[in-house]
């Protein structure tokens, strides 16, 4: 059988679209260049099957079929000659393309590494290659190490580290069973996020830092009791008599006030405007809670009802995951190199997320010239472990913000505390513990996902979902930095500036866009 070439992919993007694409082999031989017209009459002509790795496929994709000629859409894995497929979700998320050529029967095929490597380039290009390599020795030296660890088997980062967790586990699928609808629909109601707190367009002048918690899902994963097992539905008495220290998801009555002083911890998650914290029930509603937060809710709260009506019971175990979660942490901290560092962190962050796969998704298809929309199942993994893994998260993490006083906090993601505070927080570079990612001398936040700090080098604003080249757009071209973080600050419209990406890839990436230096 004739072994496949492996080619990688750069383009350049106008606004017309790509307007030109450069590929070379893997060996670093055979470069070509040229259009999205040249790339598609070389896989016409190439005798070979050739899988292409580029950043941002759905760019490339769209692109090749807006101008193939004669091909029709095949739903299929492996489409018949003269036709392709894709797997995508929506426009900005796609994961593999295919086509098979008409002149030799031979198929292409695609592939993202932005979901084996969620990153931005800049993070790609210090971890893998030298500053002075091009994009395309970029992606060649990026790919070639991916392919020689064996991480570019599987489409995304999570379902690499989810394989590597079944293979070091015999009985995974016993321990964590696929759930009947009504048990998976139950336990995702508490599956809500991690934690966040911020001061809306707040701008604060004095020194801080932001303390950021060394890889706190997997010393979750390690060290706190996890539920696993069929779970055992209960309600009425047995609500009443529920054993101390029992890992439980519940439908509970809560009457609750925050006591002053107090972080909330009690969390709904609205599906438009994400988690939001409650400080107040005002009166008697009813919330899908974890085992987790009940004691936190008794400590932060001043607590006029609380009922247990109904919910699932689990069985517990601590360290399930110690050997998986040890294997990376070690890799990480005897690494040789950026880029094995960087693998082995991404393989401990990004297991997590894999429990709390929804059973549903959209997939994009291809009819009459159009990309439209359809609804399909996906097998889920066991979101009850995803749920407690967030409230425990959200519980620590609020509990060491807690330490600082309120004034002084002025924003908390996940894992990261940003203070003009100096708590007492255990700072090493161990499991679990804090480190110090960063100092400022002045802070600055609009809202959620939105904040800038200045240093010695200048501001630096942090926005979700936006490249910096976008970002770069929003400021006048006679704009100071002060000016800019002031209109940041005030109502700075970024979800608008968002409009105008060109390269969606960056919608689920956190950008640091530095704008200058002091």
């Not at 060290?223 to 220290?245: D, H, M, Q, S, T």
């Not at 609009?446 to 942090?462: E, F, I």
């Not at 973080?485 to 409009?499: N, P, Q």
Request: charged share 25%; net charge neutral.
């Amino acid at each position: 059988m004739r072994s496949r070439n492996k080619v990688v992919a750069t383009f350049k993007i106008s606004e017309s679209g790509v307007s030109r694409v450069e590929w070379v082999a893997l060996t670093g031989k055979q470069k070509h260049s040229g259009t999205i017209e040249g790339l598609i009459d070389y896989m016409e002509r190439v005798r070979g099957g050739t899988d292409f790795y580029v950043y941002g496929l759905h760019l490339i994709a769209t692109n090749i079929i807006a101008k193939l000629k004669g091909y029709e859409f095949e739903d299929e894995k492996k489409p018949s000659p003269g036709h392709f497929t894709f797997f995508a979700i929506e426009m900005g998320q796609w994961y593999s393309f295919s086509l098979t050529n008409k002149t030799h029967g031979v198929t292409h095929k695609f592939f993202d590494i932005f979901h084996i490597l969620p990153i931005d380039k800049n993070k790609i290009r210090s971890s893998f290659a030298n500053p002075e390599d091009d994009e395309l020795e970029v992606m060649r030296k990026t790919v070639a190490y991916l392919k020689k660890s064996g991480m570019s088997d599987k489409l995304t980062i999570g379902s690499k580290a989810l394989t590597t967790a079944k293979a070091m586990h015999p009985g995974f699928e016993s321990y964590f069973p696929e759930l009947d609808e009504k048990a998976d629909r139950f336990c995702r109601v508490a599956y809500k996020g991690g934690y966040m707190f911020y001061r809306e367009k707040f701008q604060f002048i004095g020194s801080g830092k932001c303390y950021d918690v060394n890889n706190m899902y997997p010393w979750i994963l390690k060290n706190k009791p996890l539920p696993y097992g069929a779970p055992v539905w209960f309600e009425g008495e047995e609500a009443e008599r529920i054993p101390e220290g029992a890992l439980y998801i519940a439908e509970c009555v809560l009457d609750i006030k925050l006591k002053p002083g107090k972080l909330p911890i009690l969390c709904k998650k609205d599906g438009c405007l994400g988690t939001e914290f409650v400080s107040d029930t005002r009166g008697a509603r009813t919330y899908i809670i974890t085992s987790v937060e009940v004691k936190s809710i008794f400590e932060r709260y001043e607590v006029f009802d609380f009922q247990i009506i109904r919910g699932f019971m689990f069985r517990k175990a601590c360290g399930i995951f110690a050997d998986y979660v040890d294997l990376y942490y070690n890799m990480k901290v005897s690494a040789k190199t950026p880029a094995e560092s960087l693998i082995a962190k991404l393989m401990n962050n990004n297991l997590v997320g894999k429990f709390g796969t929804k059973p549903w998704g959209t997939r994009l298809l291809y009819e009459n010239g159009e990309y439209v929309k359809q609804r399909t199942e996906i097998k889920t993994v066991y979101v009850p472990l995803a749920a407690f893994l967030n409230a425990y998260g959200r519980v620590m993490i609020s509990d060491y913000a807690q330490k600082c006083e309120k004034d002084s906090l002025f924003y908390i993601d996940t894992d990261s505390i940003f203070t003009s505070d100096e708590p007492d927080l255990p700072i090493s570079g161990e499991l679990g513990d804090f480190k110090i990612e960063k100092e400022f001398d002045s802070f600055a936040v609009n809202k959620m996902k939105q904040y800038a700090w200045h240093n010695s080098d200048g501001w630096n604003v942090v926005i979700s979902g936006v490249p910096r080249e976008v970002l770069a757009m929003t400021r006048n071209m006679d704009e100071d930095d002060e000016a800019f973080i002031k209109k940041f600050t005030l109502g700075f419209d970024i979800d608008s500036v968002a409009d105008c990406m060109v390269d969606g890839i960056y919608r689920k990436n956190r950008t640091t866009f530095h704008i200058g230096k002091s």
